[in-house]
T-cell receptor, first 112, second 114 residues
Framework: SQTIHQWPATLVQPVGSPLSLECTVE??????LYWYRQAAGRGLQLLFY??????ISSEVPQNLSASRPQDRQFILSSKKLLLSDSGFYLC???????????FGNGTRLTVT | QQQVKQSPQSLIVQKGGISIINCAYE??????FPWYQQFPGKGPALLIA?????SEKKEGRFTISFNKSAKQFSLHIMDSQPGDSATYFC?????????????FGTGTRLSGQS
């Protein structure tokens, strides 16, 4: 069966520090991968999605970037964190034939 | 046009009662409407989904009602249990081969009272 791993679960980082969040999917090949951010009272906002290695689409302009160095690995990064980057970050995947969206358990990021 | 409006923001339900959460959309191209359930500290999990070719879909105690002309859909939770306490999100997307861009509502926090 397919599983999605996301780490770390929580992270506290100072303003101006770099960020790297990692997500991996097991049990499937060529998944579509997504990064969402969840803010209180604002639902889930799609940040990036990827349909293949090296293929990244950005949904909103922001201080973050994403990369997909391997088929089942998706990384969310920032060179310099802002206070407004605090939130709950969720990685998700669908199969290439557009199965339902499955989420990881998220990373709670607090920028201080 | 890409928004999905969800109400209420929060809901308290007695054990055994019925919970109803409503969502409305504008984009008539949307053709896939899932509901997700999220427990604290966890990622959302797919609960039930509907496509506009049917007006209702039932899975156990959970039912989606869909009104295409009104551009509205709702989640009904029958015989509410303490374990149903969670945040519920509606969503909508245009199904596409290749990827799925879900637009989410802002969520409804459901609290159960025994």
């Amino acid at each position: 069966s397919q599983t999605i791993h996301q780490w770390p679960a929580t992270l506290v980082q100072p303003v101006g520090s770099p960020l790297s969040l990692e997500c991996t999917v097991e049990g499937t090949s060529n998944p579509n991968l997504y990064w969402y951010r969840q803010a209180a009272g604002r639902g889930l906002q799609l940040l990036f999605y990827s349909v293949g290695i090296g293929q990244i689409s950005s949904e909103v302009p922001q201080n973050l970037s994403a990369s997909r160095p391997q088929d089942r690995q998706f990384i969310l990064s920032s060179k310099k964190l802002l206070l407004s980057d605090s939130g709950f970050y969720l990685c998700a995947w669908t199969s290439a034939d557009n199965s339902p969206l499955h989420f990881g358990n998220g990373t709670r990021l607090t920028v201080t | 046009q890409q928004q999905v409006k969800q109400s209420p923001q929060s809901l308290i339900v007695q054990k055994g009662g019925i919970s109803i959460i409503n969502c409305a959309y504008e984009n008539t191209a949307f053709d896939y409407f899932p509901w997700y359930q999220q427990f604290p500290g966890k990622g959302p999990a797919l609960l039930i989904a509907i496509r506009p070719d049917v007006s209702e879909k039932k899975e156990g105690r959970f039912t989606i009602s869909f009104n295409k002309s009104a551009k509205q859909f709702s989640l009904h939770i029958m015989d509410s249990q303490p374990g149903d306490s969670a945040t519920y999100f509606c969503a909508a997307s245009i199904e596409n081969t290749g990827f799925q861009k879900l637009v989410f509502g802002t969520g409804t926090r459901l609290s159960g009272q025994s």
